[in-house]
């Protein structure tokens, strides 16, 4: 496969010399309808990714960036995943393009074996909160591109993302465990571990080893079992959305009214509005947590039609404990993933913990765990 001629240009004039291997994904490089074209040189891998109708835009990576490159085949396609540092890619592509995309897997992870990244001498705050978040990321071999996104945005060092990778791919697990103790206090431990267990968490569940090794770390960071396990509950309560979608697909219900996840995403829809300002990042978190296009359509369909006392009270009838949990955690998540909880939606959040009819107590506990989670104020 060839790039086409005025990418091959570009590509040559960047590099040298022609692509020694190419192939075409059959969407953007952020995952909509598009195209990307993946050219490899020597040292580097260029994609040339354009949305549906759209110009080409390019984007330049030294293959020592890549922590991880690897193949996956599904029933209708291969997909071809990249980890770097601070980003996340899966490209998708033909079946018939296997070889391909196995040979550009080979050839990325040789090309980051040839000359790896200079590891830091010792490790700063951000990029020991960096590595550890690295170390948990690697064992389950998920990464969810919105938790990495804005761990890149927040941190107050980008540069220690790349440091934390570095460090971790020239020494070992063990090396990490017994230096952490040592630069990270208390509250930045704490902040670490419930960002690895949010990082990994990303299905609602954690197997037994993914969770063993998240307790590796709360041994050698000293953190109170008790405690442990109060962040890992609520953790884990924020992320079982996907149980909340299954028990509506697979309730028998012959009514029109809303579904008890159609309910839930258009209250986290309103707080989106709360401000009068809905970011961008709140946007990407609200379609990651669904993932499915028709449930949120539904949702804005409903914030349109139906009041917001009508929607508070239509709430308590419908959702169970369980999900009315599930769901404050993830209003307060949604209003903090842009880096800020406003006053418009602290108020907006304690009237659906009212029309919840979750107490204080409950509301509390939610908020300590997530305030801890997303304060990254705390490693600078």
Known sequence: ?????GLNRNFRGLCGDDPSIV??????????????????GPDEIVFYHRPSGGEFNRRRIRLNEIIECGVETEADYAAIRFRLAAEHYRLRCSHFDLPVADSISKACM????RNPVEAPARLTVPAAFCAGIHAVLASDGQVDPVETEWLCQKMPDPVAI??????LRTNDLEALLGILPTVLDEAQRECLIANQLSAIMVDGFLDQSERDLVERFRDALEIDPARYEQIFNVILTRNQVALLVSESHTAPSQSVDPSPVELFTTGLLA???????????EKRYLVRLISDADIVEEAETN?????????LQILPGTLSHRQRLC????????AMVDGELCVEEQEMIDR???????????SNELLGVLLIKFNLSVLA
Not at 162 to 167: I, N
């Open 352 to 362: 659906f913990r009212e029309a919840l009819q979750l107490s204080y107590n409950e």
């Open 303 to 311: 914030l349109q039609s139906m009041t917001f006392d009508i929607l």
């Open 110 to 113: 040789d090309g980051a074996a």
């Open 23 to 40: 192939a075409r994904a059959l969407y953007n490089l952020d995952g909509s309808l598009g195209a990307t074209w993946i050219a490899l």
């Open 1 to 5: 496969m060839k790039l086409p001629e």
């Open 327 to 334: 769901m404050l955690a993830n209003l307060y998540s949604v």
């Open 271 to 281: 707080v989106t509005y709360a401000d009068k300002l809905r970011h961008e990042t």
């Open 162 to 167: 790349e440091q934390g990778s570095a460090w």
